[in-house]
């Protein structure tokens, strides 16, 4: 595959820390905490997990672009690709969403593999008619006849700390309600890898979200050999009985400190699933888990109205009624536009989690 | 383009000799800064920095200093002339120009014309009758149709808009899939998902249609980029009207395919209108041809209602764009003269006068008709029984497409992804099982069974 991908851990400035995820099939990983401000080693705050994929398979119609791809990007998750595989493959465009999403339509139609990148998910709106009212709906309006299923649409995703309304936004809510893309977020750096090579090889076009603050702040020892991850596939991180507890990409490392916060002062034992794809979703492994526990938190950093908590909400009322012993608990963002110096007060951390688990168990 | 910066602070930690200093975009915190040593051979370079040159030295343009004041002025009043071959009665006005096309290609060019046209009135028809839905018709157009298409390969690949059904029909499609697609019936290609004139067919070519416009543009940039890499010698065709091309994904493609040189033919039909809106209302400048080379494009305005100029022009645009990687803009200008479509009367906005005169003086079938009619080619008996058999052979067509089944309901719920999901699974099942119990409420027969 074309991408290669930079993980960098940060010692400094981080709210969480980074776990990974069950399963280690693939390989042992490690964990590494970040708990509190360091400014001292510098060697430790400057290391990268950088992964390259398998040689690609011949013909290699595989492209990489958006604004500033070339250099190695904002964020620097495509260094080195240009050296390695040429400027006819991985190449900047002209400073345009509409035209970067069109772009990598046609050549995803003309048989390329395309990813696109958008530099930051909050720019992806003047791509909006496109990926609705073209990616989204090119096989069915065909008949079959043409596709853009090679397209993987790639943007930073989530707040980061101090990025305010333009740097912070999780949009996925905007493009869970069209049929015909498929949308995913990982929660760290394995599963970054293999979501992403799995949107790749996906015969759908595809939007990879990546959380912005865990490009610094997670690390992971990660196969170096090609792998995939399923989408549409739910994951259970931890087991539990009694509060069903769903998130995607960085809320999945606060949900997993509420949990042991549960667990330690209310003696209350939390399941905690990452949803990891948003559309299509894995509504039989939320609902088994409600049906299980009778009680649901779905958590997001977007604006609670209208956003994807409200639609798992919504499905597992319809499949679980009777097995609810609580209503279903929202802790999200405001319905504000994302705030810079409030940002404390807007997300929906771990303390708000904790007491609207609370509230659930003495309902 | 990238700012470099050299510290020595840098070296002295690393031990490497060179560094670059980066912000990322937007997030200005120095604790974001990256310092990272990488290779910049592959970094495009600006032109030398040599500050003895009384010459700007700014990367963003190349040009000379001047000391007057003085605003570039739109040329609208002599604007970019219009080439054309024929006259407007078909006679060749510079031999040189004439493509000299043999007898039995012109004939096709005049037959797949005057088919459309013959198929545009009976299908027009049909939707006044309840039949279908929704059509346009392509009047007065059929030359940039024929002309464009004729100077293509195969293999190259078209991006339409709406109203350029002649492209296909040059190409082969069948008159049957033509009314299949429109009556949303059986053997539609489509599976009956879109409305009337949505065409598409991977075996020619011609990518299928989508309502948005302009969407197109940017989309056709992408393919002749991956069709560049392929190598093989394959073109794209971008059709669009000159009210599509004020969308911004026009400023987009044309943007893109410039600087990604792509080996592209962007063919805006100019036809007078957007729906109501006259081009005085659309633009300002001088039409979509000369906004090319603001974008860095070769471009040209042809004379629309001549096929063997939009012949001429695409032949050679073409030829061009896949020898030399770069884009090329043809603007066809011509007269829209029939409605928008069937949900428009366009007596509401203009005159009949108006119309009449492109109709009947300045029309490409009639032209190529001249042309071939002073080569003894065509004559008053050929005229007639053409006219005839085209019509019978368009009516066979329409009365299969009428007897026709739609496809089965079982097709609203795939091609949504390529596989089926579980969601839309259920979906489908509850459909049926709705439909079963209330049947007589909904129209069962008329489509296709399991």
Known sequence: ?363 | MAAVVVSSMMGKMYGLCFHAVRQTAGLKAPWLLHRRAFRISAVHRQQPFDSSLEKPQFPGASADFVDHLEFIQPNVISGIPVYRVMDRQGNIINPSQDPQLSKETVLNFYQKMTMLNTMDRILYESQRQGRISFYMTNYGEEGTHIGSAAALEPTDMVFGQYREAGVLMYRGFPLDLFMAQCYANADDLGKGRQMPVHYGCKDLNFVTISSPLATQIPQAAGAAYALKRENLNRAVICYFGEGAASEGDAHAGFNFSATLECPLIFFCRNNGYAISTPTNEQYRGDGIAARGPGYGMLSIRVDGNDVFAVYNATKEARRRAVAENQPFLIEAMTYRIGHHSTSDDSSAYRSVDEVNYWDKQDHPISRLRHYMTARGWWSEDDERSWRKQSRKTVMEAFERAERRLKPNPELLFTDVYQEMTPGLSRQRDSMWRHVQQYKEHYPVDQYEKQ
């Open chain 1, 1 to 363: 595959m074309a991408a290669a991908v930079r993980f960098f851990i940060r010692g400094a400035n981080s709210r969480l820390s980074v776990g990974t995820g069950t399963g280690g099939s693939l390989g042992a990983a490690l964990l590494k905490l970040s708990p509190s401000c360091s400014s001292r080693s510098k060697t430790q705050r400057r290391h990268a997990a950088h992964f390259t994929y398998q040689p690609d398979p011949v013909p290699t119609q595989y492209v990489i672009f958006g604004e500033d791809v070339a250099f190695g990007g904002v964020f620097r998750c495509t260094v080195g690709l240009r050296d390695k595989y040429g400027k006819d493959r991985v190449f900047n465009t002209p400073l345009c969403e509409q035209g970067i999403v069109g772009f990598g339509i046609g050549a995803a139609v003309a048989g390329a593999t395309a990813i696109a990148e958008i530099q930051f998910a909050d720019y992806i709106f003047p791509a909006f008619d496109q990926i609705v009212n073209e990616a989204a709906k090119y096989r069915y309006r065909s008949g079959n006849l043409f596709d853009c299923g090679n397209l993987t649409i790639r943007a930073p995703w989530g707040c980061v700390g101090h990025g305010s309304l333009y740097h912070s936004q999780s949009p996925e809510a905007f493009f869970a309600h069209c049929p015909g893309i498929k949308v995913v977020i990982p929660r760290g750096p394995m599963q970054a890898k293999g979501l992403l090579l799995s949107c790749i090889a996906d015969r759908n076009p595809c939007i990879f979200f990546e959380p912005k603050i865990l490009y610094r702040a997670a690390v992971e020892q990660v196969p170096v050999e090609s792998y995939t991850i399923p989408l549409s596939e739910a994951e259970i991180l931890q087991e539990g009985s009694d509060v069903t507890l769903v998130a995607w990409g960085t809320q999945i490392h606060v949900l997993r400190e509420v949990s042991d916060m549960a667990q330690e002062k209310l003696g209350v034992s939390c399941e905690v699933i990452d949803l990891k794809t948003i559309l299509p979703w894995d509504v039989e492994t939320v609902c088994k888990s409600v049906v299980k526990t009778g009680r649901l938190l779905v958590s997001h950093e977007a604006p609670v109205t209208g956003g994807f908590a409200a639609e798992i909400s919504s499905t597992v009322q319809e499949e679980c009624f009777l097995n609810l012993e609580a209503p279903i608990s929202r802790v999200c963002g405001y319905d504000t536009p994302f705030p810079h110096i409030f940002e404390p007060f807007y997300i929906p951390d771990k303390w708000k989690c904790f007491e609207a688990i609370k509230r659930m168990i003495n309902y």
